[in-house]
């Protein structure tokens, strides 16, 4: 089982950066691939980024590309989505996920993932 918590999210203004944190327990993590999503009001959930279980490759949703970075730090247990150049449409609540595979995976598809965070609110203003 791999518990997920993400923290680091916040209010900013247009054109700031944030980094979000996802801090992982459970002995699979270091063979798990991760991903973030999010979900505005009234909107379904939305990829942003994954990146696989040794970090050597990483997807992004068209709209984030050259903006956010995905990272993982596997000794440290922690996946990070640094987000700069915010706009207002990046407001959201933002949720880490694992899928616990080496092998390739549906990184868009929330419901491959098998483990949720709680979600951290990140808010943008214009």
């Known amino acids: 089982q791999v518990l997920l918590v993400e923290s680091g999210g916040g209010l900013v203004q247009a054109g700031d950066s944030l980094r979000l944190s996802c801090a992982a327990s459970g002995r699979t993590f270091s063979s798990s691939a991760v991903g973030w999503f999010r979900q505005a009001p009234g909107k379904g959930r939305e990829f942003v980024a994954s990146i696989n279980w040794t970090g050597g490759i990483t997807y992004y949703t068209d709209s984030v590309k050259g903006r956010f970075t995905i990272s993982r730090d596997n000794a440290k247990n922690m996946v990070y989505l640094q987000m700069n150049s915010l706009k207002p449409e990046d407001t959201a609540v933002y949720y880490c996920?694992?899928?616990?595979?080496?092998?390739?995976?549906?990184?868009?598809?929330?419901?491959?993932?098998?483990?949720w965070g709680q979600g951290t609110q990140v808010t943008v203003s214009s």
């Open positions: 996920a694992a899928i616990v595979t080496v092998w390739d995976y549906d990184y868009s598809n929330p419901a491959a993932y098998d483990y």
